[in-house]
């Protein structure tokens, strides 16, 4: 189990859980809908299910690269800590098991569960073709509030849409900053990512940028839905986060990039979230 954990790097979840609970709890505050134990542990699974898949099956297609790449190398399939067959098993019963779940959660979900498996094992091929990798990736995390909504209403809305188009932009950016480590060695494999189109100072405003909107769709919501100080705290913190992470990073030195993709953006996300659940409570 400890080497699966590893496979997919599962405190990396925190990334995008966050999210959905925002997504799973606006819609109680919005709607007339109540709050349920089994809805909520169906949405948690679902969560973890599709991050477990995912990540799995992208360690399975690019065990290639990561062997030959010696920042990679150390990963569990090219150190034979877990062989090939065994991730591409553990993907499937992910999958199998998430579209499972939805089943129990509502028809719309159900019907929509290939969908999503679609585009997050799907991202996993973008790097060979696309250096627009980077927002398919965050379209796959910015399904997350829009689908715990979803698990809740059965209807689409609106309002959770800002906070996926948030989930995007933000992961997008963030991920463009984690992939300046592999700018060279994509190079070298013709694999695509904006940092090896662009190089290391575009890339960085390009991820900057990103972030800017990531602000917008975050600030929508305010009004929208009516928030308050909490959530004004919220973004505030976020912002900082943000912010704090362009610093920690420059074009000749990536020392901190892991400081500011895993650590910087998984406390941002807590936080946020935290804040916003505190604003829709307190106004109860």
Known sequence: MKKYLSLVLFAHTIFAMPFAFIGFFLALSTTDYTFSWIKLGLMILCMVCARNAAMAFNRYLDRDFDAKNPRT???DIPAGRIAAKSALFFTLSNCILFVFTTYFINNLCF??????????????????????????????????????????????????????????CWVSGFDIIYSLQDDEFDKSANLYSIPSVLGRKKALLV??????????????????????????????????????????????????????????????????????????????
């Open 73 to 75: 190398a150390v990963r």
């Open 111 to 168: 019907y929509l569960s290939p969908v999503a498996l679609a585009v997050v094992l799907g991202y996993s091929y973008t790097k060979r073709f696309t250096p627009l990798c980077h927002l398919i990736l965050g379209v796959g995390l910015g399904l997350a509030p829009l689908g715990a909504y979803l698990s809740i209403t059965g209807e689409f809305a609106l309002l959770p849409i800002f906070f996926s188009l948030a989930v995007i």
């Open 207 to 284: 991820s900057s940028l990103l972030h800017v909107f990531c602000v917008i769709f975050i600030t929508i919501p305010l009004f929208a839905a009516h928030l308050g100080g909490f959530y004004i705290a919220g973004i505030v913190f976020f912002i900082g986060l943000l912010i704090y992470q362009h610093q920690l990073v420059k074009p000749d030195d990536l020392s901190k990039v892991g400081l500011a993709f895993g650590t910087t953006n998984g406390i941002a996300s807590v936080i946020f979230a935290v804040f916003f659940l505190l604003d829709i409570y307190f106004r109860k």
